[in-house]
T-cell receptor, first 113, second 112 residues
């Protein structure tokens, strides 16, 4: 079955690193995504990782994938107040038609000055 | 290049009323999707389309209908709105299967 879970809330001080965790259940996932949603806005794609990779780095963002444990994490270095948002992880699987994403419930990140 | 746009941004309906949400994309994407977002539940797929003239059911299709008469537009219809359909609706599009989905800004719907 398809199930993606995230912790609800994370509080972090400005300048520290943030780590947002996600677990998924479907081992046939092909891509795993991180999206950011700011208040009143749509979802913005931050980064994604293919399932045969362990790590991907993109500027302040580092994605780690542990396929054995079905665990995905997003690390934000030098967290800024502008990073306050809800972060969603999502998995996609090869289907006969459509690229259907399954989303986690989102982690609300609050950055304190 | 506007990306994915949605109209309206916000709407209030009475129970039993009907309405259509419009999604438009100017990226020539084949795939389009409608999601709803409810607190603590992430996004759930309502319907999707893999090309002009085709639609398919997602995870929570009941109470909704869709049409994809033109490649750039994907319409979501509520024939008889219910309070349980109060939600934020997001449209997304992707170029092909397994490609990144790009999201619109959302439509906030309140059904009284």
């Amino acid at each position: 079955g398809e199930d993606v879970e995230q912790s609800l809330f994370l509080s972090v001080r400005e300048g520290d690193s943030s780590v947002i965790n996600c677990t998924y259940t479907d081992s046939s996932s092909t891509y795993l995504y991180w999206y950011k949603q700011e208040p009143g806005a749509g979802l913005q794609l931050l980064t994604y990782i293919f399932s045969n990779m362990d790590m991907k780095q993109d500027q302040r963002l580092t994605v780690l994938l542990n396929k054995k444990d079905k665990h995905l994490s997003l690390r934000i270095a030098d967290t800024q107040t502008g990073d306050s948002a809800i972060y969603f992880c999502a998995e996609s699987m090869i289907k006969a038609a459509g690229n259907k994403l399954t989303f986690g419930g989102g982690t609300r990140v609050l950055v304190k000055p | 290049n506007a990306g994915v746009t949605q109209t309206p941004k916000f709407r209030v309906l009475k129970t039993g009323q009907s309405m259509t949400l419009l999604c438009a994309q100017d990226m020539n994407h084949e795939y389009m999707y409608w999601y709803r977002q409810d607190p603590g539940m992430g996004l759930r797929l309502i319907h999707y389309s893999v090309g002009e003239g085709t639609t398919a059911k997602g995870e929570v299709p009941d109470g909704y209908n869709v049409s994809r008469l033109k490649k750039q537009n994907f319409l979501l219809g509520l024939e008889s709105a219910a309070p349980s359909q109060t939600s934020v609706y997001f449209c997304a599009s992707s170029r092909h299967n397994q490609e990144t989905q790009y999201f619109g800004p959302g439509t906030r719907l309140l059904v009284l």
